[in-house]
Nanobody, 123 residues
Framework: QVQLVESGGGSVQAGGSLRLSCAASGSIFSINDMGWYRQAPGKQRDMVAT???????NYADSVKGRFTISRDNAKATVYLQMNTLKPEDTAVYYC?????????????????WGQGTRVTVSS
C-alpha cells in the first residue's frame, strides 16, 4: 500500500507565495513521475506541473514562470513552490505519483493520489 500526504496549503493574498509538499510512503520499490494537479470548484482536475525521476519538468502554461516543481528522491517527496499567486490559482491541489511496487513475483505500476490540499488566493 502506498500513501501520499500533502501539506502546505492555505490562504494567501494575491502576489503572495506558498510551498506545497507531498511525501510518499509505503511499500515502494521506486517512483517514476510525480506531479501536482488542481481542481477548482465546478471544473475538471488539470495538470499544474510534473517531474520525472530524472528531473525533467513540465508546466501548464498558466503557471510557467511562477511555479517551480522539484523533488527529493531520497525522501520520496515532491514540492511545488508557488510565487506571484493569483485568485485564479484558487483550487484544491492534488499530488500524484506513479509508483512501482513489488507484489509476490511481479512488479506493479500504479498511479496514486493524495487527499488534496486547499489553496485560496484572495484579491
Amino acid at each position: 500500500q502506498v500513501q501520499l500526504v500533502e501539506s502546505g496549503g492555505g490562504s494567501v493574498q494575491a502576489g503572495g507565495s506558498l510551498r506545497l509538499s507531498c511525501a510518499a510512503s509505503g511499500s515502494i520499490f521506486s517512483i517514476n513521475d510525480m506531479g501536482w494537479y488542481r481542481q477548482a470548484p465546478g471544473k475538471q482536475r488539470d495538470m499544474v506541473a510534473t517531474i520525472t525521476s530524472g528531473g525533467t519538468t513540465n508546466y501548464a502554461d498558466s503557471v510557467k514562470g511562477r511555479f517551480t516543481i522539484s523533488r527529493d528522491n531520497a525522501k520520496a517527496t515532491v514540492y511545488l513552490q508557488m510565487n506571484t499567486l493569483k485568485p485564479e490559482d484558487t483550487a484544491v491541489y492534488y499530488c500524484n505519483a506513479v509508483v512501482l511496487t513489488r507484489q509476490a513475483a511481479a512488479m506493479m505500476r500504479n498511479s496514486y493520489w493524495g487527499q488534496g490540499t486547499r489553496v485560496t488566493v484572495s484579491s
